[in-house]
Structures are given as C-alpha cells and as structure tokens.
C-alpha cells in the first residue's frame, strides 16, 4: 500500500463527505438541521461550514485509522475468511445434501438466552456485542 497524499488524506476526507448521504447519518443532520433554526440567517453558512469539516474530519481520520489497522492485519483477516468460509461451506454441504442433521446436533445456532429475550434493547446491545 503506498501512503501518498490522495490515500491518506484526499480519499478518507472524500469518503467522509460521502457519508453525508448515507441514511444511517439522516438523523444526525436532522438535529443539526435543527439546532440552525436557532442561529442568526448569516450564521448558518458558517456553522454549516464548521459542521461538514469537522464531520468530514472525524470520519475519515475513522477511516483511515481503520484502513491503516486493516492493512497491517490483512493477512490475519485473509486466513479468518479462509477458515469461516470453509466452515460456512461445510455447513452449507451438509444442509445441501440432506445431513443437517449432523450439524444441528453438533452446533447450537443461537444461544439460549436470545431465544427467551424479548426486550429489543437487550437483543439489540446482544447483537451488537455477539453479532453472530
């Protein structure tokens, strides 16, 4: 990977930017969008301004940190995928041919305590921190 200027900079902070449009950040900007109604008419392009760059640096100072880790753990990150994708294509198989059986015996697809939970904070904290 080579660290250049359009790498490490241009392209987080393009990304960030990018992330404006994404439907998971409409609520934050809704609040934004709120808090202005409250500013002056000329304040607002400033604060406008203020909001977008500091937004677009955290976001691709996140990214590239991330990209940076990413690159470093590669390939620890290829052999997992390895070794998941060989498993999910065993249980696949099985399934396929008619064995799940086996696999459903041997492996215990959702833990016990999800199966009782109804409460959506706690299933959602659950999918958070074990997602699988």
């Not at 934004?32 to 977008?52: C, E, G, I, Q, Y």
């Not at 086996?102 to 904070?121: G, Q, S």
């Amino acid at each position: 990977m080579e660290f250049s200027y359009p790498t490490v900079l241009v392209v987080p902070l393009g990304l960030g930017l990018l992330g404006f449009v994404e439907p998971c950040t409409v609520g934050g900007h809704l609040v934004f969008l709120r808090a202005m109604a409250d500013h002056p008419l000329k304040a607002r392009p400033v604060s406008t301004l203020t909001f977008t760059l500091v937004r677009t640096l955290v976001m691709g100072s996140f990214g590239a940190l991330i990209a940076l880790v990413g690159g470093l753990l590669i390939e620890v990150q290829t052999a997992l995928w390895m070794v998941f994708g060989s498993i999910y294509v065993v249980i696949g198989l099985a399934f396929a041919v008619g064995r799940s059986d086996i696999v459903k015996r041997r492996i215990e697809f959702t833990p016990t305590a999800w199966k009782a939970a109804t409460n959506p904070l706690a299933l959602g904290v659950a999918f958070v921190v074990f997602p699988h």
